[in-house]
């Protein structure tokens, strides 16, 4: 048995069921350390049923604003000696030092790096030159690293080039978001379309340009309002009530089953972020068959939207809603098509083979788990959208 220990901030509930496989794996004894608190943008009530070892590491954490905690670990190296992992699987954070300092006198022992950091995200953050020091210590320290996709591997192959680097997909429980192809069909053929947005309401969503956008096409071409309507799941410290309008409905947060159900009904899912790690509700809206309206700084676009939607380069009011009147002016079989595409793409980002990365990972199997194929770099883009 391979002692593995994975570290995170809090549990999330949608990893839940990839760290049920590896706690169910019968060669890895696996245990789950987290060492934060919730941000308060994370509302969660409701998690599966946990199959795994878990406990929280003493720590100091401290509330930045609605979307970052400072969380500081107090106890990690000497839950690692209690613990006795050969394996930690950690982000390049404040958890990543404890286990870079712990592995360098513990022979045997190694850390892999899991990271969904892109050049985007890290480029808008701004990281000081400190954090980037100490970034480059933790990676080249590292004998191997797992990534959600090729965005994610870029960045790590600015600071080593030789990486060796796992691919394993975010993933969710599938059988909440998904429909069948007939389900498709029949929400399909309804006259009035849906479209979604899911995320917190924070200026880098993108989602005051998506309400000014959608505003001025439904002035543009009044007629669209009886065609469509523009569903937002989410809560956040923007002040949006000036964009109270009968074809604009605010559902606030929401889980469970009417989360699930909004996102089932939905047609058309819209995220314009102007940064984003590997945000989970694009898979979602793959298994819940919706055609795809991403921006181009969307970490996981490059595996997500293959013929089942368009790529949004720049993020501007116009281009948004150039965007979405492409979507619906196009006839309604080439839309079906598309969202039939989503289904097909949302079966590269399952539990499985997520797992499948991992395991490769954890025993250091000599073949990489394969790169999934980009549709295009955003160099090869179409101005202003791409299909």
């Given at each position: 048995?391979?002692?593995?220990?994975?570290?995170?901030?809090?549990?999330?509930?949608?990893?839940?069921?990839?760290?049920n496989?590896?706690?169910?794996?019968?060669?890895?004894?696996?245990?789950?350390?987290?060492?934060?608190?919730?941000?308060?943008?994370?509302?969660?009530?409701?998690?599966?049923?946990k199959?795994?070892?878990?406990?929280?590491?003493?720590?100091?954490?401290?509330?930045?604003?609605?979307?970052?905690?400072?969380?500081?670990?107090?106890?990690?190296?000497?839950?690692?000696?209690?613990?006795?992992?050969?394996?930690?699987?950690?982000?390049?954070?404040?958890g990543?030092?404890?286990?870079?300092?712990?592995?360098?006198?513990?022979?045997?022992?190694s850390?892999?790096?899991?990271?969904?950091?892109?050049?985007i995200?890290?480029?808008?953050?701004?990281?000081?030159?400190?954090?980037?020091?100490?970034?480059?210590?933790?990676?080249?320290?590292?004998?191997?690293?797992?990534?959600?996709?090729?965005?994610?591997?870029?960045?790590?192959?600015?600071?080593?080039?030789?990486?060796?680097?796992?691919?394993?997909?975010?993933?969710?429980?599938?059988?909440d978001?998904?429909?069948?192809?007939?389900?498709?069909?029949?929400?399909?053929?309804?006259?009035?379309?849906?479209?979604?947005?899911s995320g917190?309401?924070?200026k880098?969503?993108?989602?005051?340009?998506?309400?000014?956008?959608?505003?001025?096409?439904?002035?543009?071409?009044?007629?669209?309002?009886?065609?469509?309507?523009?569903?937002?799941?989410?809560?956040?410290?923007?002040?949006?009530?000036?964009?109270?309008d009968?074809?604009?409905?605010?559902?606030?947060?929401?889980?469970?089953?009417?989360?699930?159900?909004?996102m089932?009904?939905?047609h058309?899912?819209?995220?314009?972020?102007?940064?984003?790690?590997?945000?989970?509700?694009?898979?979602?809206?793959?298994?819940?068959?919706?055609?795809?309206?991403?921006?181009?700084r969307v970490?996981?676009?490059?595996?997500?939207?293959?013929?089942?939607?368009?790529?949004?380069?720049?993020?501007?009011?116009?281009?948004?809603?150039?965007?979405?009147?492409s979507?619906?002016a196009?006839p309604?079989?080439?839309?079906?098509?598309m969202?039939?595409?989503?289904?097909?793409?949302?079966?590269?980002?399952?539990?499985?083979?997520?797992?499948?990365?991992?395991?490769?990972?954890i025993f250091?199997?000599?073949?990489e788990?394969s790169?999934?194929?980009?549709?295009?770099s955003?160099?090869?883009?179409?101005?202003?959208?791409?299909?």
């Amino acid at each position: 048995m391979k002692k593995v220990v994975l570290l995170q901030k809090y549990i999330s509930p949608y990893r839940i069921p990839l760290f049920n496989g590896l706690a169910e794996h019968p060669e890895i004894d696996f245990t789950l350390v987290h060492y934060g608190n919730l941000e308060k943008r994370r509302k969660w009530t409701k998690y599966p049923t946990k199959k795994f070892s878990e406990f929280q590491t003493k720590r100091i954490s401290i509330k930045l604003n609605y979307t970052q905690n400072i969380n500081l670990p107090l106890s990690l190296i000497s839950d690692f000696a209690r613990l006795r992992p050969e394996v930690i699987i950690c982000a390049p954070d404040t958890g990543g030092v404890s286990a870079y300092l712990y592995t360098r006198k513990t022979p045997g022992s190694s850390y892999i790096i899991w990271s969904e950091a892109t050049h985007i995200t890290e480029q808008v953050r701004k990281i000081g030159f400190l954090k980037k020091c100490l970034r480059s210590v933790i990676y080249r320290g590292s004998s191997r690293f797992i990534v959600p996709g090729q965005m994610a591997a870029d960045y790590i192959r600015e600071y080593v080039p030789s990486a060796k680097i796992f691919y394993a997909n975010n993933c969710l429980n599938e059988d909440d978001f998904k429909i069948s192809e007939d389900y498709l069909r029949q929400k399909w053929a309804k006259r009035r379309l849906t479209l979604t947005f899911s995320g917190s309401l924070i200026k880098d969503k993108g989602i005051t340009f998506l309400l000014e956008a959608f505003k001025g096409l439904m002035k543009e071409k009044p007629y669209l309002k009886e065609n469509c309507l523009l569903r937002i799941l989410g809560t956040g410290p923007l002040d949006l009530s000036a964009y109270q309008d009968e074809n604009i409905l605010f559902e606030g947060f929401c889980e469970g089953e009417k989360y699930y159900n909004f996102m089932k009904e939905s047609h058309v899912f819209i995220l314009p972020s102007l940064r984003d790690c590997n945000p989970l509700t694009v898979i979602e809206a793959l298994f819940a068959g919706n055609i795809l309206i991403v921006s181009s700084r969307v970490g996981n676009y490059p595996e997500a939207v293959r013929d089942n939607g368009l790529i949004i380069q720049s993020i501007s009011e116009a281009e948004i809603g150039r965007a979405i009147d492409s979507i619906l002016a196009l006839p309604r079989e080439r839309l079906v098509d598309m969202a039939l595409n989503s289904l097909a793409v949302s079966s590269t980002f399952t539990v499985e083979k997520s797992l499948e990365g991992f395991i490769s990972a954890i025993f250091n199997n000599e073949r990489e788990a394969s790169s999934p194929k980009r549709v295009s770099s955003a160099d090869e883009l179409c101005s202003p959208c791409a299909w």
